[in-house]
């Protein structure tokens, strides 16, 4: 019984040794074959590094995406501040912040001639503001949208949501909803108020002006929500208008089948510009630059036009062809048709599209300030 | 002898001290220093600059949160307190043992689930399509808003404190003697006067804690008032998101979480005071 015992013993001490010479000497094959698939740090807002947009990518170059997901530019930005040059290889940014990450040496210069400038849907994507500096490249514009006035049609008319009038609804007291973030709802405001392409260059009084213009709808308001919460108003009804979005989330919602729908009203509306760049310092450049390049071609633009997160227009010519040959419903539903009223690329031309910035001559802590007193009010 | 028997309790008691030192002591004394640094190009720098203060304490919207957290906080503190002391009674006094075994059983399942689940599922509830909308409908009343109101925080609030309240009440009921509550009915108390007289007076420390409790969750919950609340009026917790939010200020924030802190110090003092003090006459 103890000899069987021993045996038993002696058997299953030789079976670990085999098992651990196995793993090691199988080990430097298994880090090779790992060592094949390059992983490319992504510092996106939610979404962009998901199976329906890099899925595709992924499996054709052996690469796999390791998304960081931020929220808002500053936080971008400051991800970016406190992490080593390289941490992150390809950083999706807003418009705006892409002059703030090339003035404080985050991105790489990039050749102009990689890109597919003569495709674009409209000649200001060719330059876009802030994405060049002395004639040099530094981000890539890869999708746009943009926001309006957001409503339930069951309670807001079509012809009523061609004015930001329609928040002061008497009968949406309680029911216009803001996005948090007092950039696109304060840029509204003072599209309202008139200011037209120089809604971000306000004097003291226009700015005092939009001061009042937001406060007098503050009655009407039923909440400041984050995107989760901006959905669910939406979906729900709790929310029967929003300030500061646009299709970008009712698209999502109206795919759904939801009554909601956006506009571009008659005082204008804002253009949100997502822009590709690569981390400065970043060993991955080439593949990098690969797949900006593939969200540029034509099946990149009808990704970044599905993308399930929310939706963007296409900004290439051949990239819109493609939408509307493979996804015409998609394509009819925002307006990317020419001779549709919404076409994104038709209001960019009849001037009624403003690119969004950042306040010209108060500082972003003055608008942040107000916006943290107007929700108090 | 004695220099011994201190050591075999300072080595039973280091562990807690190195905890408390390790992520409470450091980490309060860290947020303090930051909150006299400075934010340069999205990044803290250290400094020793009074602007963080001057600012954040100098900003009316700062104070309207400040004192409308308080409020809200108290307020749900006083109503979960009210709601929890009939249910606590009875499972102390009235429920069998085994009874009341279950029901603080059944009070500890809601923190199986994540308190973020369990708010979300208001939204069921309370949405001006929801059941209980539904349910005032079949009696000709409502739609009532009750999503992104105050009424609305305090439900996330209670969510959160209630069954807390239920369980520090009825424990605390449970362990007081019944021949004081016999006596006191043997001299001709009323039921009333009983539990006025003598069950209150009895489990002070207890119900002063449970209070304590509901109102230090309250005042520092950030997903009640930002997702039921509708973040109308912010509280402290969401002025404090806002500021890392924009700017990334996190030495204004750090003031702000200084405020809540110095003000949850002051109150849990005076609480535990009230809640340790012997009655008049008392040695």
Known sequence: ?377 | MTKRLDLYALTWRLPIILWQLVFFVGPVLFMVAISFFVVRNYRMQPAFDFVNWEKMLGRGYVWDSYWYTLFIASLSAAIAMLIAFPAAYALAFRASENLRRWAIFLLIIPFFTSYLVRTFSWYVILAETGVLNALLGYVGLGPYTMLNTHFGTVVGYLTLTLPLAVILQTVTMANIDRTLIEAARNLGCKPLATIWRVVIPLSKTGLIIAALFCFILSFGDFIAPFYLGGSQEPTLPILILDTTKSGQQWPRAAVVAIMMMLTLFAIAFTAIALAYRKPKGAR
């Open chain 1, 1 to 377: 019984m103890s000899c069987d015992k021993n045996k038993k013993k002696q058997f299953l001490r030789r079976d670990v040794l085999r098992l651990g010479g196995g793993v090691a000497l199988s080990a430097p094959f298994v880090s090779r074959a790992w060592a094949q698939t390059t992983e490319i740090n992504m510092l996106a807002w939610y979404g962009h590094g998901e199976p329906d947009i890099v899925g595709a990518f992924e499996e054709a170059n052996n690469v796999k995406f390791v998304p960081k997901y931020y929220a808002g530019g500053d936080n971008m930005l400051a991800l970016i501040a406190q992490s080593p040059p390289g941490t992150y290889d390809l950083i999706l940014s807003d418009a705006e912040f892409v002059q703030q990450l090339n003035a404080l040496g985050y991105i790489e210069e990039l050749n102009a001639a990689d890109y597919p400038f003569d495709d674009m849907l409209h000649p200001d994507f060719e330059k876009f503001p802030g994405h060049w500096a002395d004639d040099k490249l530094f981000s890539m514009m890869v999708r746009g949208g943009h926001l309006g006035v957001s409503y339930n049609t069951n309670s807001v008319s079509a012809e009523e949501a061609a004015s930001y009038d329609a928040f002061w609804k008497p009968e949406l007291e309680g029911k216009v909803g803001h996005f948090d973030w007092h950039l696109p709802s304060l840029g509204m405001m003072s599209l309202k108020n008139g200011n037209g392409a120089g809604l971000w260059d306000l004097d003291e009084d226009q700015w005092q002006a939009v001061q009042e213009t937001t406060m007098s709808l503050r009655q009407q308001v039923g909440g400041f929500f984050d995107y989760g919460g901006t959905f669910n108003g939406l979906k729900n009804g709790e929310m029967q208008a929003m300030v500061g979005i646009g299709d970008w989330i009712t698209g999502v919602l109206e795919r759904d089948g939801a009554p909601v729908a956006s506009v571009i009203p008659n005082e204008g509306g804002i253009q949100w510009t997502e822009s590709y760049s690569i981390g400065i310092g970043s060993e991955k450049a080439d593949i990098c630059k690969q797949f900006i390049q593939y969200m540029l071609s034509p099946e990149g633009q009808v990704k970044s036009a599905q993308m399930a997160a929310y939706p963007g227009f296409c900004i290439t010519k051949a990239g819109r062809a493609m939408l509307q040959e493979v996804d015409p419903k998609e394509a009819k539903r925002s307006h990317q048709m020419e001779g549709m009223p919404n076409d994104p690329i038709a209001l960019i031309n009849e001037g009624r599209i403003h690119y969004r910035d950042i306040p010209q001559q108060q500082s972003l802590e003055d608008w942040n300030d107000f916006w943290s007193e107007y929700k108090n009010a």
